[in-house]
Each structure stands twice: as C-alpha cells, then as structure tokens.
C-alpha cells in the first residue's frame, strides 16, 4: 500500500501509547498503576451531561453550524471576554472536535509548507506540538528550560530564539508536562517582548488556566497573551473542555482567532468545513451550560487537584535518585530521573534511557508512566506523571516506584 512520507514519518502519541498499553494490561487482569493518561479521573459533572442528554431528547441530531451553533459561540466569546480579557466575537470563534483539532487546524491555516518557517516552542513541551508544527510544514524551534530554571523559559530567551522566520510562538502556560504556570509578570514580559516582532503570530494554548493552585504558590493567576492590546490582533487563543470540566471524551475545544476582523478565523472555518465540519449537535447546549453554570464544579475538582499536587511532590521527591520542580498547576509531574540511568533493574535489564526506564517500570512494577523524549530535547532524562488520580493510586504508585528505584544496580 502507498502511504505518504510525512504520515510515516510522524511520531506516535507518546501519551495516548503509554495510556493504551497500560489500560491493555488492566484489561488483562494486571494490577497496573497509571499515572500516563493526563485526563481528569472525575466523571463529568452532571449538569452538563443532563444538559446534552436534553439536546439529544430535543431531537437535536442534525448538522450544526461548521463553527458550531450560536449560543455556544456566544457563551465561550463571553466567557473569554469575561475571564480573560480577550476582545472577540463569536464569528471569532470555532468549536472544534477537542483542542487537539483547534491547535491542528491553527497551524495548517498559519504555516505554509517548504517556506522554512519556524515556530518557537519552550520545552518540555506537550507531544503533539512538534509533530503537528512538522506536518503543516513548519520547523519546531525549541526553546530549553532546566529543573533549575523551575521548567521556565526567560523573556530574554524567547526574545533571542526570534529570528527572520518565526512565525509562530506557542506558549501552554500551565504547562503540559511540567505541571508549572507563568505568572502574570512573567506573561507580561514576553508580551513585551513579542509587541516587538509584529510578524509572530502567538498561539496561546490555555486549556489547564482552571487547574491552578496558588495555595501551592501563592499569588499565582492566570493571564491571557490574547488580553494585551499590541498582541490581540495576532493571538490564537486555544482552550476547551477536557480538563476543566472533565469532558475529555466529548471531544470539544474552541480556538479564538479576533485578529484582521476574523479573517484567520474565517479561513480555520473553511479548512474545518472540508474537513470535520461542526461537532455533535446536542453537545452544543452542553459547551453553554458548562460555561454558564460550572463554575462551582471546576472549583470542586480544582480542589482535589491541588491536594493531590502536593502529595505527588511529597512522595516524589522524597525518591534519592529523582529530581523535582513542585506542580503549581495542571495536573502532572516531571522528575529528573538521570541518576537511575545506566543502571540494571531488578528483573536485569540495563537501563540507558528515559524510554527503558519506563518500559521496565511497568513491566517490572506495573507502573504506567510517559517517558520524556517526545516532550523535548532537553527532556530526555525525565518522566511524566499525571496525578489526576486518587490519592491511593498516588500513594501505591508511588510507593512502588520507590521500592523498584531503590533496587536498581
Ligand atoms: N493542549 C494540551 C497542552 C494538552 O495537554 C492537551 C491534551 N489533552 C490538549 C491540548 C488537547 O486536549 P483535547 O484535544 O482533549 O481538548
Ligand atoms: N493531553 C493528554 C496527555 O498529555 C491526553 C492525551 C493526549 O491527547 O496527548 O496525556
């Protein structure tokens, strides 16, 4: 069979492989811990689910607008407005099959194929960005940041990797895998220094701005790079529903482009007419009543997971051979783990990469995490975890990571 260059030469989901592989072994009667998947555990908040339940007794099973129905447009440019200082409409807005298909989309409307033109990435950095940048033909320019620097990258290292073609930034602040957020005048420095390159198109991928835990690191809150003036003509706004409303298998995320009266907007939703066309219909009612009313349970979740923040950080770092920066937000972890490197397990098998050690962390200790290689050059030597689990799991895990750690030769 022929089968395009670039599709083969695309990297799997390194996420989406480790959470297959350890619901395989579950499903195969094994007792696997997974910290792999980043999807919240709660079941989404009944509210919502009742909300599409009534869309679907509505007979509402016919084709929805491309860019989705009217109050959902609405209530998310609202909603945007409201809590993020974001200046849009919604004919700026797109509903789109999860954020995944907005940040796709985004990046085949903006780079053109063969031009060199580079888009900047601060790393680690979630696995999707690089392939997703390469495919629409654009060059990933990654921008590394240390366990020292607290997984950030400085507004004097953004501003030295712009070069004649960037022309694009993707910020994810709070950050996938890093579990780290920006502070507000860390946002507002590299605002500044972006207002000096008019030509960058700057994609802001907000979808963990919810799960932020300043009784972890007071004062933190978030803020928007679609929120400054000099920037909002040319800011792509990305968010959705996975995880603040732990709606992560309904596919549903949104991309607000208001720059140049919605032209990029427009052209996502040519590209998204030819290609997905409008998400499930009787969702829509769903998006609205989310954002209308389920302020109280993302704050319930938010919760938990700031609990759980810190006793992930407690038992991880407790671990002699791991590194730690402490999660402020998001819902992950991502330990240096280099110094169990070069070592031999106890099921004898030598460990030399971030990939063996997760192979054998689950086969031997029945452990799912995400190996860091795709999150980055300079994350070759770390491992993911999700603590969107119960504390038990994160306790069990943990403990079994230790022991399994411990025994390494
Ligand atoms: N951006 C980031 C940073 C993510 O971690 C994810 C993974 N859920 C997504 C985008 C995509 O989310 P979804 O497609 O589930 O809305
Ligand atoms: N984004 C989540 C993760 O990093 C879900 C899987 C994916 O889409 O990558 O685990």
Known sequence: MLIAER????SESATLAVGAKANALKASGKDVIAFGMGEPDFVTPEPIRRAAMAGLEKGLTHYAPTPGDKASREAIAAKLRTENGIACKP??????????????????????????QEVILPTPAWVSYRPLIELAGGTCIEVPSTIE???KITAEQL????????????????SNPCGVAYRPAEIEAFAAVLAKHPRVTVIADEIYEKLLYPEVEPGLAHRSLGSFAELAERTITINGMSKAFAMTGWRVGYVCAPGDNGRFAKELIKLQGQMTNGIATFIMPAIVEALTNGASDVERMRKVFASRAVLMHQRLSAIPRFRCVKPNSAFYSFPDVGQCLGLTTPGGRKIDTAQHFSEALLDEALVAVVPGEDFGACARTNVRLSFACSDENIVRGIDRIADWVARLR
Not at 7 to 10: A, E, H, M, T
Not at 98 to 116: E, I
Not at 165 to 171: A, K, P, W, Y
């Open 7 to 10: 599709v083969q030469k695309l």
């Open 149 to 151: 620097s607290g997984f």
């Open 159 to 174: 501003a030295a990797a712009i070069t004649p073609r960037t022309v694009g930034v993707i910020i994810n602040s709070p």
């Open 91 to 116: 004919e700026h807005i797109s509903v789109t099959a999860g954020a995944k298909h907005a940040l796709y989309m985004t990046l085949q409307c903006l780079l053109d194929d063969k031009k060199g």
